[in-house]
């Protein structure tokens, strides 16, 4: 029988095993679903987006499904970093798929002082920094869209921590390359793309929005061509690796992202759809490789014709 495939990719200078990781917020700490995953065979985790404090998130309804997609309000409740630190990491440390803590902040002072606080941490394997949360500072624009506010969480992390670190990235935004530049330049090693894009649904019966925080973050099938186009565009603008993130459901969506340019991907929504999608794309993604008689992932990563 010929050699498996290599499916070995680096993000940020990681060793993944392959280019499946779990998308922030969409898999809760990891060992929610240990039950029914081989959390082993995944190339990296990322956990649900950590802060100084624990937050409670937004009040409910903050969930509502759309077409091939759902529209989500959580407010980025978690239990903060240090509950993260003392219960939920000593058992992700168990595995051996690296860990990938995300975080955010309200200002770039807490996005400094959470960095400072990872730093001291052991068994973190890299910072995905989601800048998609709103800066207080100035009235609640997030800072993902404005590049010179990117630039300065960035930085600030950069600054605090020598861990890989990984920008994730908005898409509300008119062109994705000025922010991709702008992280890169903050010192970001890697981009992840896309975060959700804002979006809101009306109850027409009652003339309310089907989610308490009026509007939402849309996921899910409906975003998925918008992020490939989102991952191509990026890919051309900034030398660093790229992970794809948006609506991948089979390894067929994984792989639009890799041959658009991403070294690796991230599994959101499809996980409450089908909480073994990350197992069934790495199978899926080594069985084109098969078919396509590529030897390594690598062949086909940034193979887009045109
Ligand atoms: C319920 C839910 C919670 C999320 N929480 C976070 C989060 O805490 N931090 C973050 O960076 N992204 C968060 N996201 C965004 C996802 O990680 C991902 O970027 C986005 O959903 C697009 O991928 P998908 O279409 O595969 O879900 C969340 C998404 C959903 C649906």
Same mark, same amino acid.
């Given at each position: 029988?010929?050699? $498996?495939? +290599?499916?070995?990719?680096?993000?940020?200078?990681?060793?993944?095993?392959?280019? %499946?990781? /779990?998308?922030?917020?969409?898999?809760?700490?990891?060992?929610?679903?240990?039950?029914? =995953?081989?959390? @082993?065979?995944?190339?990296?985790?990322?956990?649900?987006? #950590?802060?100084?404090?624990?937050?409670?998130?937004?009040?409910?309804?903050?969930? !509502?499904?759309?077409?091939?997609?759902?529209?989500?309000?959580?407010?980025?409740?978690?239990?903060?970093?240090?509950?993260?630190?003392?219960?939920?990491?000593?058992?992700?440390? *168990?595995?051996?798929?690296?860990?990938?803590?995300?975080?955010?902040?309200?200002?770039?002072?807490?996005?400094?002082?959470?960095?400072?606080?990872?730093?001291?941490?052991?068994?973190?394997?890299? &910072?995905? =920094?989601?800048?998609?949360?709103?800066?207080?500072?100035?009235?609640?624009?997030?800072?993902?869209?404005?590049?010179?506010?990117?630039?300065? =969480?960035?930085? !600030?992390?950069?600054?605090?921590?020598?861990?890989? #670190?990984?920008?994730?990235?908005?898409? @509300? %935004?008119? +062109?994705? /390359?000025?922010?991709?530049?702008?992280?890169?330049?903050?010192? !970001? +090693?890697?981009?992840?793309?896309?975060? *959700?894009?804002?979006?809101?649904?009306? +109850?027409?019966?009652?003339?309310?929005?089907?989610?308490?925080?009026?509007?939402?973050?849309?996921?899910?099938?409906?975003?998925?061509?918008?992020?490939?186009?989102? =991952?191509?565009?990026?890919?051309?603008?900034?030398?660093?690796?790229? %992970?794809?993130?948006?609506?991948?459901?089979? $390894?067929?969506?994984?792989?639009?992202?890799?041959?658009?340019? $991403?070294?690796? &991907?991230?599994?959101?929504?499809?996980?409450?759809?089908?909480?073994?999608?990350? #197992?069934?794309?790495?199978?899926?993604?080594?069985?084109?490789?098969?078919?396509?008689?590529?030897?390594?992932?690598?062949?086909?990563?940034?193979?887009?014709?045109?």
């Amino acid at each position: 029988m010929a050699q $498996a495939p +290599d499916l070995s990719v680096r993000i940020a200078g990681v060793p993944l095993k392959n280019p %499946v990781m /779990t998308a922030s917020g969409t898999f809760g700490y990891g060992r929610e679903f240990s039950l029914l =995953v081989d959390l @082993n065979r995944l190339g990296g985790i990322v956990v649900k987006g #950590l802060s100084l404090e624990p937050s409670r998130g937004n009040p409910p309804p903050r969930i !509502a499904e759309t077409p091939c997609g759902m529209l989500n309000a959580i407010g980025l409740e978690n239990v903060g970093i240090e509950a993260f630190a003392a219960e939920k990491l000593p058992y992700l440390q *168990t595995l051996s798929t690296p860990v990938w803590v995300n975080i955010y902040g309200k200002s770039v002072e807490a996005y400094a002082r959470l960095a400072e606080r990872i730093q001291e941490i052991e068994g973190i394997a890299g &910072v995905e =920094v989601n800048i998609s949360c709103p800066n207080v500072k100035s009235g609640g624009v997030a800072f993902g869209v404005d590049p010179q506010a990117a630039h300065a =969480v960035i930085r !600030a992390v950069r600054e605090r921590t020598d861990l890989p #670190l990984m920008a994730k990235l908005s898409p @509300n %935004v008119t +062109d994705i /390359t000025v922010i991709a530049r702008s992280v890169v330049e903050a010192g !970001a +090693d890697a981009v992840s793309l896309i975060n *959700t894009l804002t979006g809101m649904a009306v +109850d027409v019966e009652n003339r309310r929005s089907r989610i308490a925080n009026i509007t939402g973050g849309l996921s899910g099938p409906a975003i998925r061509p918008v992020a490939v186009r989102m =991952v191509w565009q990026a890919a051309q603008a900034v030398d660093v690796p790229i %992970v794809g993130i948006g609506g991948i459901l089979t $390894a067929s969506d994984a792989l639009e992202f890799l041959i658009a340019g $991403a070294s690796a &991907v991230q599994v959101g929504t499809a996980n409450f759809v089908n909480p073994r999608a990350t #197992l069934d794309i790495i199978d899926g993604i080594e069985a084109y490789l098969v078919r396509h008689r590529f030897t390594s992932l690598t062949d086909v990563i940034g193979s887009l014709q045109w």
